[in-house]
């Protein structure tokens, strides 16, 4: 059996794999990269820090979800994928949801 030297996968994989590590990238560099949670004095300051901290690691995550709907749509326009392309139109909805959870709230609540 002869086998092929080199690299034998296929350009769609290639891209499809860039695009997780860039993805992975982005979550360490705004997870790592967060605000701090400083203790004051005051209760309140630390809840309202709390909360910030938090909603900062939420906008992280959908961001990252938001760059890989961005990712299937493109794969699935290359490939011509119906139901690659709902799933990526479905991530980038949640994406943009989870991105912009507390302003959505901040809306909701008044």
């Known amino acids: 059996m002869i086998r092929k030297k080199g690299n034998s996968r296929k350009p769609a994989e290639k891209s499809a794999k860039r695009a997780m590590a860039v993805n992975l990238a982005l979550l360490m560099l705004l997870a790592f990269g967060a605000d701090t949670v400083y203790a ?23 961001m990252i979800l938001l760059g890989f709907g961005i990712v299937q749509v493109g794969l699935s326009l290359k490939s011509h994928d119906p139901s690659q392309r709902a799933n990526g139109f479905l991530t980038l909805a949640g994406g943009i949801i989870i991105t912009f959870a507390k302003e959505i709230l901040t809306l909701i609540t008044g």
């Open 40 to 62: 004051a004095n005051d209760p309140l300051k630390v809840v309202n820090n709390l909360s910030t901290f938090i909603f900062s690691l939420i906008r992280a995550i959908g």
